[in-house]
C-alpha cells in the first residue's frame, strides 16, 4: 500500500521535476516555478502520507534499510527546499534540486520494500528515531547544499570565463549562492552532530560501547570532521571557489560511503540484524 | 471613409541630423499649444505628437496631411527634406512599431513606450486626441506588451554601463555594503559608475592622479575623494573597481591585486577596466575570486545582445503585423456595419408595413395561425432577399474593402451618415444599432 502513495509521489516529484526545469529553460514563463513549488508540495504531503502508512504496516522497519533511508532523506531534502523556497527567491535551483531527488527516489520507487533485517527490539528505543533522522536530514542538506555548489561552480565558470550565456542569465549570483551553501553546510553539519551523538548513546546501548570501529562509525566521524572543518575555515577567509568544491567532495563522499556500506552485506553492523545475536534477529524473521 | 484616414509626417534618427530634431522637438506647454493649433486646422478631426530626443512626429486624423506637414515647415523650414509621410495602414504600422521600440536606435529599450503614452495623455488633455486615437493608442500599447512579454527584445545588456551592472549583479548580488572605487577621470568610467547606483552601492571612492579633475568627478558622482598614492589601500577596500585613466601602462597590477586579496578575505573583487591601452593587467583574473573584464569583453557582450535582439525584432514585427491587421480589420468592420444595420432596418420596416397593410384588408378571414404565417412570410422574403448582401457586405468589411458598403450605401438610398465615420465617440448611435442587429 506504502509503496503505491510512494509511487504517486514520485510522479508528483517528476511533475515539480519538469515543471521547475521547463522554468529554467524559460525563464519568461515565471507561472511555472510557481507550478513546480505547488507540486513540490504535493509530493512531499503525498509522501508524508506515505511514509505514515509505511509506519503503519511496516512498523517504522523500513527506515533501517538503505532504501528507506533514501526515501526519507528524499522527503526531509523536499521539505528543506520548500522551506528554502519560502526564504530566498531562487526557482531556478529548484532546477538542479528537484532532479537530484529523482534521481535518489526513482530506484527505491520500484520494488516492494522488501524485509529490511528486522531490528531487535533493544533499537525501539527514542534516541535510534533522533538518530536516523537527524542523520538523514543532515545528509539531505548535505545533498542540497552540493547542488547549489555545483551551481556556484556554473556560474563561476560563466562569470570568469566572459561567457555571458543563457547560464549566465538563469543562474542566482555568485554571492548569494555561496551564501546559500554556507548556510546549508553549517545547518546540515548541526544536523549531523547530533545524529552522532544519538548514535554513540544508541550504540552505548545496544552494541555496549560507544566506539567499536564499525565502518559506517569511521566514515561518519571522517565525513563530521570534514564538514566542522568546512565551517571552521569558512571564519577563516574559505569561501567561493574553494568552499563550493569542498561542498562537492563532501557529498560525493558522502553518498559513495552510504551506497558502498549499504550494498556490501555484513560490512557493518548498521545493517542486517544491527549486532544483534543471530538467534533474536533469525526469530524475529 | 468620408475621405479622413490617419496621416504621419515626421523626422527620427533614421532621417535627420540632431541639429534639425532639436529645432522641431517641443515639451510641456509649446506641445499643448502645438497640439491646439493642429486641432483647429481645417479638415484635422485628431491629433497626436511624439516628441522625444530621437524623434518627433506628428499624427493626424485629416482628410490630408498638409497641416501636420505645416508643424514642422513652420518650425524649421529645412526639415522639409527630412520627413516622412505615412498614411493609413502605413501610419498605423509606424506607431505600432515605435511604441513596441522597433523603430529606436537601441532596438528593445524600454523608455520609448513612456513616451508614447505621455504623448497620447497629453493629446488627451489637450482633447486634441478623440475617440480614433484612443483606440488607436491603446492597441499600441497592448501591441507593445504583447511583444515585451511574448518575445525576448528588452533582454540583455545594450551599452557598456549595462554590461557593468549586469555583471556586478551576478557577482555580488546587489551592492549593499560594499562601495565602488572609480580610477581616473575618463567619462565612460563616470557613466558606469553612475549606472551602477541602481544596484544601490553604500558609497562611491573617486582617485585620480590630479586632485582637480579628481574632486570634480566626485562631485559629479556624489562619491569621496581620495588621493592617488591611497590606490593600493583602497583596492581592500572597494568591491568594484572601474577604471579608466589615460595612463599607457597597467595602473592595477596582479601584484597590487594578489596583496589587495590577501587582506580582503572572503570578499571577491570586480576590476572592470575601461580604458584603451588596459590599465588594469588581464592576469588579474588568474586570481581566485578576482573578476576582471577589459573594454573588449564588454563589447562583446553588447554586441551579442544586439545580435541576440536583431532575431527577437523578427519576431516581434510579426506581432505588430498581426496586430495592424486585427486593428484596421476592427476598423473597416466597424465602417461596413452601419451600413448594413441601416439596410436590414429598412427592409424590416417595409416589410412589418406591408404585412399590417394585408392584415388590415384579409385579416378578418384569417384566424390566428394565419395571421402570423402572414407575418412570418415578409419576414422571410426580407431575410432572404438580405442574406446575399449581409454575407457580402461582412466579407468585404473584415477584408478590407470599404468599396462596397459605399456601394451598397448609394444602390439603396442610406444616408452618407450611417457610412460609419471616423471620429465618433465609441458607442456610438449606428454602431450599438449595428451592434444589436447583429445580436438578432
Redesign the interface.
Known amino acids: 500500500m506504502s509503496v503505491l502513495i510512494l509511487r504517486a509521489a514520485a510522479v508528483l516529484y517528476a511533475l515539480a521535476a519538469g515543471a521547475y526545469v521547463a522554468f529554467f529553460a524559460r525563464p519568461r514563463h515565471t507561472r511555472v516555478a510557481t507550478v513546480g513549488f505547488w507540486l513540490l508540495a504535493a509530493a512531499f504531503a503525498v509522501h508524508a502520507a506515505a511514509i505514515g502508512v509505511g509506519c503503519a504496516e511496516f512498523g517504522g522497519r523500513e527506515f533501517f534499510s538503505l532504501r528507506g533511508g533514501l526515501v526519507l532523506m528524499v522527503w526531509l531534502g523536499a521539505g528543506a527546499y520548500l522551506f528554502l523556497g519560502r526564504y530566498y527567491h531562487m526557482p531556478t535551483v529548484g532546477a538542479f534540486i528537484t532532479p537530484l531527488i529523482l534521481v535518489v527516489l526513482v530506484p527505491a520507487v520500484f520494488g516492494e520494500p522488501g524485509r529490511p533485517g528486522v531490528p531487535p527490539e533493544t533499537l525501539r528505543n527514542p534516541s535510534v528515531t533522533v538518530h536516523i533522522i537527524t542523520a538523514v536530514l543532515g545528509v539531505a542538506l548535505f545533498g542540497i547544499a552540493f547542488g547549489v555548489a555545483l551551481m556556484y561552480l556554473l556560474q563561476e565558470r560563466e562569470v570568469k570565463g566572459k561567457h555571458f550565456g543563457a547560464l549566465f542569465s538563469r543562474l542566482p549570483s555568485l554571492d548569494s549562492l555561496d551564501q546559500l551553501t554556507q548556510r546549508l553546510v553549517r545547518a546540515g553539519f548541526v544536523f549531523y552532530s547530533v545524529a552522532l551523538v544519538a548514535g554513540t548513546l544508541t550504540a552505548r546501548v545496544v552494541w555496549k560501547s560507544a566506539w567499536s570501529w564499525d565502518p559506517q562509525q569511521v566514515i561518519s566521524l571522517a565525513i563530521w570532521i570534514l564538514y566542522g572543518a568546512m565551517v571552521q575555515l569558512r571564519h577563516t577567509g574559505w569561501h567561493g571557489r574553494r568552499y563550493a568544491v569542498l561542498t562537492l567532495v563532501g557529498f560525493v563522499l558522502v553518498l559513495g560511503s552510504m551506497l558502498t556500506l549499504g550494498m556490501v552485506p555484513g560490512a557493518t553492523r548498521h545493517s542486517g540484524t544491527y549486532g544483534a545475536p543471530v538467534s533474536e534477529a533469525g526469530g524475529a524473521q | 471613409m468620408s475621405g479622413h484616414e490617419v496621416f504621419l509626417v515626421g523626422l527620427s534618427h533614421k532621417s535627420a541630423p540632431i541639429d534639425v530634431r532639436e529645432k522641431v522637438a517641443l515639451t510641456g506647454d509649446d506641445l499643448k499649444a502645438a497640439l491646439g493649433d493642429l486641432r483647429g486646422m481645417d479638415g484635422v478631426t485628431e491629433a497626436l505628437v511624439v516628441s522625444t530626443c530621437n524623434r518627433v512626429e506628428v499624427f493626424v486624423h485629416a482628410d490630408a496631411e498638409e497641416p501636420a506637414r505645416r508643424f514642422f515647415t513652420s518650425r524649421a523650414p529645412d526639415a522639409d527634406g527630412h520627413l516622412y509621410v505615412k498614411r493609413g495602414m502605413e501610419a498605423i504600422r509606424h506607431l505600432f512599431r515605435v511604441a513596441a521600440s522597433l523603430d529606436s536606435m537601441v532596438v528593445g529599450e524600454q523608455q520609448i513606450l513612456g513616451q508614447v503614452k505621455e504623448a497620447y495623455g497629453l493629446a488627451s488633455a489637450a482633447s486634441a486626441a478623440g475617440a480614433y486615437f484612443s483606440r488607436l493608442c491603446n492597441r499600441a500599447f497592448a501591441t507593445a506588451k504583447r511583444v515585451r ?1 511574448e518575445t ?1 527584445i528588452g ?2 545588456a545594450s551599452s557598456m554601463s549595462q554590461v557593468a551592472v ?2 556586478v ?5 546587489d551592492l549593499k555594503g560594499r562601495s565602488i572605487l572609480l580610477v581616473g577621470a575618463g567619462k565612460m568610467g563616470a557613466l558606469s559608475a553612475k549606472a551602477l547606483a541602481v544596484l544601490g552601492a553604500d558609497r562611491v571612492l573617486v582617485t585620480n592622479r590630479s586632485p582637480e579633475r579628481g574632486l570634480a568627478l566626485a562631485e559629479q558622482v556624489a562619491g569621496t575623494f581620495r588621493t592617488w598614492e591611497e590606490l593600493p589601500r583602497l583596492l581592500t577596500e572597494a568591491d568594484v573597481v572601474i577604471v579608466s585613466t589615460g595612463a599607457p601602462t597597467y595602473v592595477v597590477t596582479k601584484e597590487m591585486a594578489r596583496a589587495a586579496m590577501r587582506a580582503r ?2 570578499r ?1 573583487l570586480c576590476l572592470i577596466d575601461l580604458a584603451v591601452p588596459r590599465n588594469v593587467d588581464p592576469a588579474c ?1 588568474d586570481l ?2 578576482v ?1 576582471a ?1 577589459d573594454v573588449d ?1 564588454m563589447e ?2 553588447v554586441e ?1 545582445t544586439h545580435q541576440a535582439r536583431r532575431g527577437e525584432a523578427l519576431r516581434a514585427e510579426a506581432i505588430v503585423e498581426a496586430e495592424v491587421m486585427a486593428f484596421t480589420r476592427e476598423r473597416e468592420a466597424r465602417a461596413a456595419l452601419p451600413v448594413l444595420a441601416q439596410l436590414r432596418r429598412r427592409a424590416e420596416r417595409i416589410a412589418r408595413a406591408e404585412a399590417e397593410r394585408t392584415l388590415a384588408q384579409v385579416g378578418a378571414k384569417l384566424d390566428e395561425k394565419g395571421r402570423r404565417s402572414v407575418e412570418a412570410m415578409a419576414q422571410a422574403i426580407v431575410n432572404k432577399l438580405l442574406h446575399g448582401p449581409t454575407a457580402r457586405l461582412k466579407e468585404a468589411a473584415s477584408s478590407g474593402d470599404t468599396a462596397l458598403p459605399g456601394a451598397a450605401a448609394d444602390l439603396f438610398g442610406i444616408e452618407a451618415d450611417a457610412a460609419g465615420q471616423e471620429g465618433r465617440p465609441p458607442g456610438d448611435r449606428p454602431e450599438r444599432a449595428a451592434a444589436s442587429t447583429e445580436r438578432s
Request: hydrophobic fraction near 30%.
Open positions: 512579454t525576448d533582454k540583455g549586469e555583471l549583479e551576478k557577482i555580488f548580488g578575505h572572503t571577491s583574473a581566485g575570486d573578476f573584464y569583453d562583446r557582450v551579442a
